[in-house]
């Protein structure tokens, strides 16, 4: 039978969907891209935000009309289906099969079952047995499951449960496997990558995991996200800062800077030490680049809070910035806060701030004309390419724009010549 997939949400999500691929492959089902084509439709969902639960209902109802035509088995999975399997049950007849995250370890048993697939039913989700769907230059790897934060906006741990590492050696030979298959870019990430190894060594070993990574023969970028601002140790700095292998970019989450937000938010930074740590990242490592995320609207937020944050995103001249608009997420603590923001006000501040960014950014991006980059190529055609800098993580930066004839997945220098709002241009040098 063929079998398409759809996978929504981040991409931690993604590595759990190139694990079902892997599972179906194995069991010698036919992957396909057109739902058209495809005989079981998987839907792989997110459940975060209120817009994330839109588009898996929408994303279901659509491929629902598949069954109409070729498509026999309509089976969804994920965030989603963790937060409200029994009304998804009630309210989508026409799903065949929702598995929970936390019922991955009977997965292909629930499928074999609704299928009637014959084949041994035993089998379970492995790292080692994925179909990276994310091209032939870069793969993620995920090395810790869940989150211990408890951030008061977050469903999260709620539905992923607790933070969980996995271990050194399984996370390297994945590694070794994907540098063997020639990929060149691994990307670690996690729910919070800088707590890795405090629950099963006794404390924080991203470090040294990215240390023993960068030792293997065929991988020439390294990359971590979300490094939570509390928990970026000078060790790890050290690390960036002297190995070559790995992208001078730290992504760290703080959401805010008022100490009265960040409180309510149950994080464990001060506006104080994230200043702090921006200054010492830029001081102890030339050219890093740092990109944030931060939440306007959060309930109790004043206007004082948000000139605040107002002013510290002009000090700070992130290089790359994302903005929220906080979302009443059903469950968690802050969804039964008082003063609750109302959506235009949160609507008029997500949009200053972005266009304070935009600027900003304009500005940072024009201090690269001139510069010569290292530039891993993604694709090309005729005499232009397209490729992407250790400052840009695929998917959510900026890309370059490249005149000349190179190969994908290549890597070249290139000459930066100018600059479009969050993209650069340049030519073969």
């Known amino acids: 039978m063929k079998v398409g997939f759809v996978s929504l949400g981040c991409s931690k999500n993604l590595v759990d969907t190139e694990m079902m691929i892997g599972l179906f492959k194995k069991n010698n089902y036919e992957i396909v891209n057109n739902p058209k084509e495809a005989e079981i439709i998987v839907i792989n969902t997110c459940g975060f935000i209120e817009s994330a639960k839109e588009e898996a209902i929408n994303t279901i109802l659509e491929m629902a009309e598949y069954k109409k035509e070729n498509c026999k088995f309509l089976i969804v999975t994920g965030c989603l289906v963790e937060r409200y399997k029994e009304d998804l049950i009630k309210s989508l007849p026409e799903v065949d099969l929702f598995v929970k995250f936390s019922e991955y370890n009977t997965i292909w048993e629930q499928i074999a079952n609704v299928i009637n697939h014959s084949q041994p039913n035993n089998e379970e989700l492995d790292f080692l047995n994925r179909v990276i769907s994310t091209g032939t230059n870069f793969a993620y790897i995920r090395i810790a499951e869940g989150c211990n934060n408890f951030c008061t906006f977050c469903a999260i741990p709620y539905i992923r449960g607790?933070?969980?590492?996995?271990?050194?050696?399984?996370?390297?030979?994945?590694?070794?496997?994907?540098?063997?298959?020639?990929?060149?870019?691994?990307?670690?990430?996690?729910?919070?990558?800088?707590?890795?190894?405090?629950?099963?060594?006794?404390?924080?070993?991203?470090?040294?995991?990215?240390?023993?990574?960068?030792?293997?023969?065929?991988?020439?970028?390294?990359?971590?996200?979300?490094?939570?601002?509390?928990?970026?140790?000078?060790?790890?700095?050290?690390?960036?800062?002297?190995?070559?292998?790995?992208?001078?970019?730290?992504?760290?989450?703080?959401?805010?800077?008022?100490?009265?937000?960040?409180?309510?938010?149950?994080?464990?930074?001060?506006?104080?030490?994230?200043?702090?740590?921006?200054?010492?990242?830029?001081?102890?490592?030339?050219?890093?680049?740092?990109?944030?995320?931060?939440?306007?609207?959060?309930?109790?937020?004043?206007?004082?809070?948000?000139?605040?944050?107002?002013?510290?995103?002009?000090?700070?001249?992130?290089?790359?910035?994302?903005?929220?608009?906080y979302s009443k997420e059903e469950g968690t603590v802050a969804s039964k806060m008082e003063n609750q923001v109302h959506p235009m006000t949160k609507k008029k501040r997500y949009n200053k701030i972005m266009a304070l960014q935009q600027e900003i950014s304009k500005e940072n991006m024009k201090k690269h004309i001139g510069k010569t980059l290292k530039v891993l190529v993604e694709n090309s055609k005729d005499d232009s390419a397209i490729g992407r800098t250790y400052m840009d993580v695929p998917d959510i930066d900026g890309v370059i724009y490249i005149k000349g004839k190179v190969k994908p997945s290549t890597f070249v220098n290139c000459k930066i010549t100018d600059f479009k709002e969050y993209d650069l241009m340049g030519e073969i040098k």
Not at 188 to 215: F, R
Not at 267 to 273: E, L, Y
Request: charged content about 35%; proline content about 3%; overall charge neutral.
């Open 162 to 325: 607790r933070f969980k590492s996995r271990k050194i050696e399984d996370i390297l030979e994945e590694a070794k496997n994907l540098a063997k298959e020639g990929y060149k870019e691994l990307i670690i990430i996690a729910q919070d990558t800088t707590k890795y190894g405090t629950d099963i060594y006794g404390k924080p070993k991203l470090a040294e995991l990215l240390h023993e990574i960068s030792k293997i023969d065929g991988i020439e970028w390294i990359r971590f996200l979300y490094a939570y601002p509390e928990t970026i140790t000078d060790e790890l700095i050290e690390e960036v800062k002297n190995n070559d292998k790995i992208c001078k970019y730290f992504d760290i989450p703080m959401q805010h800077i008022s100490d009265k937000i960040l409180k309510k938010m149950n994080r464990k930074s001060t506006g104080k030490s994230i200043r702090n740590l921006i200054t010492k990242l830029r001081k102890e490592i030339p050219g890093v680049v740092i990109r944030s995320t931060l939440m306007v609207g959060f309930p109790g937020e004043t206007e004082e809070d948000f000139e605040e944050l107002y002013e510290f995103v002009k000090w700070a001249k992130l290089d790359k910035l994302g903005c929220f608009a």
